[in-house]
């Protein structure tokens, strides 16, 4: 137990040693010096129960570092309760719950702490912050081709991250944005060109992906134009839960490696990136794409990358592009079409910015349109894309993690989850509602007696109950805390794609909303949004379905 607690490792060889050889050893001795041989079963049962008592003994008694973390008595016991859960996509309200039970450190496994304290934020994740946890060890089944976002070693990480900030900063941004607008023309065209009733959730997917494979890889993907007939998203979101699985216990990922038939949907998810990445390879730069940045191009003196972790860096781009632009924009629409007054604001806003005629593809006015601003900021407070983040973890060769009252030893992993910091009332007045409003008060844009007053909690539209019921605060003081704002996470580890995220979402918000009126399908039930979306890491979400008719009354 001391062996495997101190010596942690990945390394499948060193498990069967630790786990075979006591009990063997013991048979050996007892056979043929003592003379007293019994069944191999039992001394390997003896061993492992013994092993296993001593494991689940220490993790729930006092000399446990993290005893003195409150939290559920079985999750103390194995990761195995929290991985299942995980599985549900329930993660993010589960740790909402235990936090709203246990205060603001919870322990939600035998190694592991939920954290919600805003103050410590900078201290763990700042830039002198912990390394990334060993999560996507388990996801991506490896130890050794892990993509940027789960290296794990702080400098190595840095190193790697060095070529996503060029390829993704502002330079590199602005060579590349035609692609955004290009995408955003086809969408909205496409748009127009259905019949009756779209589920919109679609259509943003299809746009981001394209996107991101134009940015990425210079092409190769036409969902927009094709639809989706090779099932890229089924295959993704189908990939995302044993990965979340094997995430939380990222030692299993390796055994599970070696069963080919169990790993079928996250294979194919892998596939996925390695096939983008190699046509790519294959055709060559055309433009300066993120690959371009990625494979050193820009850097003649530089030798180019592994070709490994260009495919892994390349799966990446295809789920930190993709899926987290098309969740925003989607939890955009649900809460535009849920909430007319904030739709017909926002419309006000695009029209005194781009009226008739003037140009929506295009940046030209996006810095000074606050409401817009305001609208995404608070989309993605109520449904961050990534609700839960990405785990750290103290190394266990280090002293250890000290942040105000809190220790954290070595070994220990934590999360600072960006749905539970953003859905406190210590954090923002009328957490649960949809409030753009909020921004620009806090902004100095909009003085507090002017204040409309947010909507009963997620939706005020007349196909939901909710909105007769009556509301609870209205006499609450004011709170928000910017620093509490996690959607794109914090310090020098954080999203690498905010500025890019940023562009696409208002452009296609401008753009739609220049060209249509929008509403829900009659009747649809809109509370169910809230209910069904779903965390793995990424997110999935249930449709959001939407009439569109043209503005200018052409057909
Ligand atoms: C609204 C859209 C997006 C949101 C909310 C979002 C959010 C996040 C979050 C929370 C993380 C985890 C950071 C951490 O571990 O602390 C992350 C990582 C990352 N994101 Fe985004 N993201 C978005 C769009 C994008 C786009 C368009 C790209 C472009 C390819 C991108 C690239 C990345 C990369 C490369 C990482 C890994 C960063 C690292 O580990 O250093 N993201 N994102």
Known sequence: HQLFRTRETYRIDVHGVLLLAPPTLLLVLDAYIAGRPRSLLAYYAIYWTSLVASVVLYRISPFHPLWRYPGPVWCRTTKFWHAALATTGAQPKYLQRLHEQYGDVVRFGPNDVSIRDPSLIGALMGSSGVGKGPNFIGAML????????????????????????????????????????????????????????????????YFSYDVMSDMTFGGGSE???????????????????????????????????????????????????????????????????????????????????????????????????????????????????????????????????????????????????????????????????????????????????????????????????????HRDPRNFSFPESFWPERWLIAAGQLAPPDLPLPSPPHVASKTSPAASTPQPYLQSAFVHNESAFMAFSHGPMNCAGKGLAMLEMRTVVCAVLQRYDMRLREGWNASCYEERYRDYFVSTRPEVPVVLVRRDGSV
């Open 142 to 205: 490896t130890t050794t081709n892990v993509p940027m976002v789960g290296i794990m070693d702080v400098e190595e990480h840095l190193r790697r991250r060095r070529a996503w900030n060029r390829g993704l900063g502002p330079a590199a941004l602005k060579e590349h944005e035609h692609v955004v607008f290009k995408r955003a023309r086809q969408l909205v065209e496409r748009l127009g060109e259905q019949q009756g009733e779209v589920n919109i959730g679609d259509w943003l997917n």
């Open 223 to 421: 969902l927009l134009q094709d639809g989706d007939a090779n099932n890229v998203w089924r295959v993704l979101e189908e990939g995302v839960v044993p990965a979340t699985f094997l995430g939380q216990v990222p030692w299993l990922g390796l055994y599970v490696a070696h069963l080919p038939a169990a790993v079928k949907a996250l294979d194919a998810f892998l596939h996925l990136g390695k096939d983008f990445a190699m046509r790519r390879i294959e055709r060559g730069s055309i433009t300066p794409d993120l690959f371009h940045y990625l494979n050193n191009e820009d850097l003649p003196d530089k030798p180019p990358p592994p070709l490994q972790q260009l495919v892994d860096d390349g799966i990446l781009a295809v789920v930190a592009g993709a899926d987290t632009v098309s969740s925003a924009m989607t939890s955009i629409f649900h809460c535009l079409l849920t909430h007319p007054e904030t739709y017909r604001r926002l419309q006000e806003e695009v029209d005194r910015s781009y009226p008739p005629g003037e140009d929506a593809f295009s940046p030209k006015h996006h810095r000074e349109m606050t409401y817009l601003q305001a609208v995404i900021y608070e989309a993605i407070r109520l449904y961050p894309p990534v609700m839960t983040s990405s785990p750290r973890k103290v190394p266990q060769d280090s002293p250890g993690v000290h942040a105000g009252s809190l220790y954290l030893s070595p070994g220990t992993s934590f999360l600072i989850p960006p749905f539970a910091l």
